[in-house]
């Protein structure tokens, strides 16, 4: 218990003998100019609000520049004619209806340009879509083949392939028709 009292005696010794009242650290006119002084990121602040606001401007330039045609515009691919100028490749294989179809719809597809410039979100889903069903019914027709299946089973595939890539085909020309005539 005398240790405590005997502390606060120390620090009641050591309180007394600091200096009386020592200069203030700051002045009352100190504190009026910083108050009216701007907050010191103001400045910086303008110059991003100013570059925000120019950058803004360009590219809204930049986008009417593209959408109404003020630059050089790129060549289009000429569409496909309606009547080839030969004649699809000759059917190699069984000859079946379903392989000549599906020769053509694959040499049709060649001839189309490959990725329009402009696309529309139904018609590329359409796309995608079909193209993926194509890919599954190539891996179960690989499938199929492999395990020796029953030649109906392999025929009805085929034609189903034949069908799909038929669609893909139409859907494909009409996007094209539709880009041409933008």
Request: net charge neutral; charged share 25%; hydrophobic share 45%.
């Amino acid at each position: 218990m005398h240790t405590e009292l005997e502390q606060k005696q120390a620090l009641a010794r050591l309180l007394q003998r600091l200096p009386d009242g020592g200069a203030s650290p700051y002045d009352f006119s100190v504190f009026q100019r910083r108050a009216h002084a701007p907050p010191a990121g103001t400045a910086r602040l303008a110059g991003a609000r100013t570059l925000a606001a120019a950058i803004v401007v360009a590219v809204a330039v930049l986008a009417a520049s593209i959408r109404f045609g003020a630059g050089p515009r790129p060549a289009r691919a000429p569409l496909p004619a309606v009547a080839a100028e030969r004649e699809p490749p000759a059917v190699v294989g069984d000859g079946s209806p379903a392989e000549r179809a599906n020769v053509t719809a694959r040499y049709w597809l060649e001839r189309l340009p490959q990725e329009p410039e402009l696309v529309r979100v139904g018609t590329r889903a359409a796309v995608e879509t079909l193209e993926d069903h194509i890919a599954q019914v190539d891996d179960l027709l690989t499938t199929e083949r492999a395990g020796s299946a029953p030649a109906a089973r392999l025929q009805v595939l085929q034609q189903e392939r034949a069908q799909l890539v038929n669609s893909l085909v139409q859907v494909r020309y009409a996007e094209t028709l539709a880009d041409a005539s933008r």
